[in-house]
């Protein structure tokens, strides 16, 4: 499974690692991401969008402000 996870604060590191102890695909998309995770703006509905192409499943971990946002994507 890919899974995009929307934030990579604690709360979404501790949700990718998760997934990822069960063999998903995770793709951590942060402003400020981690090595290895893809530079995003959640507020940017296309970039989530985009971001999200190929993604079985989009797993929101931002401050509800952001996600309301990041929805509609």
Same mark, same amino acid.
């Given at each position: 499974? +890919?899974?995009?996870?929307?934030?990579?604060?604690?709360?979404?590191?501790?949700? !990718?690692?998760?997934? @990822?102890?069960? +063999? /998903?695909?995770?793709?951590? !998309?942060?402003?400020?991401?981690?090595?290895?995770?893809?530079?995003?703006? !959640?507020?940017? /509905?296309?970039?989530? @969008?985009?971001?999200?192409?190929?993604?079985?499943? *989009?797993? *929101?971990?931002?401050?509800?402000? &952001?996600?309301? &946002?990041?929805?509609?994507?």
């Amino acid at each position: 499974m +890919n899974v995009l996870v929307l934030g990579a604060g604690i709360q979404g590191r501790v949700v !990718a690692r998760a997934l @990822e102890r069960r +063999n /998903a695909t995770v793709r951590l !998309a942060d402003l400020a991401p981690p090595p290895g995770g893809v530079v995003l703006d !959640a507020r940017d /509905a296309a970039a989530v @969008e985009a971001a999200a192409r190929g993604c079985d499943v *989009t797993v *929101t971990s931002l401050p509800a402000a &952001i996600g309301t &946002i990041a929805l509609p994507a």
